[in-house]
């Protein structure tokens, strides 16, 4: 009996997506970021309990996947400034989606 993997269920595309912007802070993270660029203290302040090496590394998925872009200002100390690439911007359907969704599905 061969081993099903979740491509089976759900497709490769979509699984790969779900992998890219599916982890607990990712989407909150690209979320404000499609509000406005922010530095890294303020992106951390608004999304939440999440902790600096997690904020970090989802933060380095996102540039190398080419959804963000950071921005380093060469001052003491360093500014560091995020912001949404086009290809992150492509993710706002998305969101719209999973709000309309909720507005209709999770009520109070």
């Excluded at 779900?18 to 660029?37: A, N, P, Q, Y």
């Excluded at 290809?87 to 507005?103: A, I, M, N, P, Y």
Aim: charged share 25%.
């Amino acid at each position: 009996m061969t081993e099903r993997t979740p491509e089976d269920f759900c497709g490769s595309t979509v699984h790969r997506t779900i992998s890219l912007i599916g982890g607990k802070w990712t989407m909150l993270i690209l979320w404000r970021l499609l509000e406005r660029e922010h530095r890294y203290a303020d992106l951390q302040r608004q999304v939440g309990d999440v902790s600096q090496k997690v904020l970090s590394a989802e933060l380095k998925t996102l540039v190398q996947a080419g959804l963000v872009e950071r921005e380093v200002n060469p001052t003491v100390p360093p500014q560091v400034t995020y912001r949404i690439t086009p290809k992150g911007q492509s993710l706002d359907s998305v969101f719209t989606s999973l709000s309309r969704w909720g507005e209709t599905h999770l009520q109070e």
